[in-house]
């Protein structure tokens, strides 16, 4: 038997990077999962895949910045599967690196759509079918930032202070409602956001150490999904306000004792691709 037997599952931005991982987590423990993401190719894509090694999916493109589509992809998920029991709000973007006047506001914009209002109408679609059931697990995604100020990434960093914010009031406000309300952080995981990102001409130097950093702290998207699956599982039945964390103490240990047996025994250094591409500043 799986820890997710019976339950359903909306994941958004769930057709690449943690969100698939995810996915195919809460899939293999015996939940039903709606996929979505902004493409349908990418959506038809993962449920394919899903459907293929694990069991039940169904997929909508939705861009979680547009109220409309949020409500459509909740109405879709209760006709396909009759209900849902889990709604993980992981869709997520970043702006470029680099100071925050030196890209557009329309750039800033976008992070604060998707990161900001994508949570709260995902939040929104969540609440409107667990309050009257009296159950249901909501988490939103934090991430780098939620904890203090991150120059340089401040348009993300500050989006995901907001989350963890809204989130614990939400939390709060709901607390007697029978639905749990949890803030989770995936701690530093390797995918696209993480290895693939635009850097502002002249500041590619303060990211120097970053791939040592990705190398020694880094995780492939399997280690949070493991905790995720523990967040929508029994473990957290009659809990709500936590802010579950997949990044500890005893992961930045694990990886410095690693880098330093790598030293040690003179291994090299594995390699992980990191593309960054540099950009104009906005005049």
Same mark, same amino acid.
């Given at each position: 038997?799986?820890?997710?037997?019976g339950?359903?599952?909306?994941?958004?931005?769930s057709t690449?990077?943690?969100?698939l991982?995810?996915?195919?987590?809460y899939?293999?423990?015996?939940?039903?999962?709606?996929?979505? &993401?902004? %493409?349908? $190719?990418? +959506?038809?894509?993962?449920?394919k895949? #899903?459907?293929?090694?694990?069991?039940k /999916?169904?997929?909508?493109?939705?861009d979680?910045?547009?109220q409309?589509?949020?409500m459509a992809?909740?109405?879709?998920?209760?006709?396909?599967?009759g209900?849902?029991?889990?709604?993980?709000?992981?869709?997520?973007?970043?702006a470029?690196?680099?100071?925050?006047?030196?890209?557009?506001a329309?750039?800033?914009s976008r992070?604060?759509?998707?990161?900001?209002?994508g949570?709260?109408?995902g939040?929104?679609?969540a609440?409107?079918?667990?309050?009257?059931q009296h159950?249901?697990?909501?988490?939103?995604?934090?991430?780098?930032?939620?904890?203090?100020?991150?120059?340089?990434?401040n348009?993300? &960093?500050? %989006?995901? $202070?907001? +989350?963890?914010?809204?989130?614990?009031? #939400?939390?709060?406000?709901?607390?007697? /409602?029978?639905?749990?309300?949890?803030?989770?952080?995936?701690?530093?995981?390797i995918?696209?956001?993480?290895?693939?990102?635009?850097?502002?001409?002249?500041h590619?130097?303060?990211l120097k150490?970053?791939?040592?950093v990705?190398?020694?702290?880094?995780?492939?998207?399997?280690?949070?999904a493991?905790?995720a699956?523990w967040?929508?599982?029994q473990?957290?039945?009659?809990?709500?306000?936590?802010?579950?964390n997949?990044?500890?103490f005893?992961v930045?240990?694990?990886?410095?004792w690693?880098?330093?047996?790598?030293?040690?025994?003179?291994h090299?250094?594995?390699?992980?691709?990191?593309?960054?591409?540099?950009?104009?500043p906005?005049?």
């Amino acid at each position: 038997m799986g820890k997710l037997d019976g339950k359903v599952a909306v994941i958004t931005g769930s057709t690449r990077g943690i969100g698939l991982g995810i996915a195919e987590a809460y899939a293999r423990e015996g939940a039903a999962v709606v996929v979505a &993401s902004r %493409s349908q $190719a990418a +959506v038809d894509k993962a449920v394919k895949h #899903l459907q293929e090694s694990s069991g039940k /999916s169904a997929g909508l493109a939705c861009d979680v910045s547009q109220q409309d589509q949020v409500m459509a992809l909740a109405d879709f998920a209760v006709r396909t599967f009759g209900k849902v029991d889990v709604w993980f709000n992981n869709a997520g973007l970043e702006a470029v690196y680099g100071p925050t006047m030196s890209y557009s506001a329309e750039d800033f914009s976008r992070v604060v759509q998707t990161n900001i209002m994508g949570v709260y109408y995902g939040s929104q679609a969540a609440l409107k079918i667990f309050l009257p059931q009296h159950s249901g697990k909501l988490i939103n995604m934090v991430g780098r930032g939620y904890k203090g100020p991150v120059p340089y990434q401040n348009a993300y &960093s500050a %989006s995901k $202070a907001w +989350v963890l914010s809204f989130t614990t009031s #939400l939390a709060q406000e709901y607390a007697d /409602s029978g639905v749990s309300i949890f803030n989770f952080n995936p701690g530093l995981v390797i995918t696209d956001m993480l290895t693939q990102f635009d850097v502002i001409e002249g500041h590619q130097h303060r990211l120097k150490n970053f791939p040592a950093v990705v190398r020694i702290l880094g995780r492939t998207p399997d280690y949070p999904a493991r905790k995720a699956v523990w967040a929508a599982s029994q473990a957290t039945d009659g809990k709500t306000g936590l802010l579950i964390n997949s990044f500890s103490f005893w992961v930045v240990l694990a990886g410095i004792w690693k880098e330093c047996l790598r030293l040690l025994f003179r291994h090299p250094a594995e390699k992980i691709e990191i593309n960054m591409r540099s950009v104009p500043p906005v005049k």
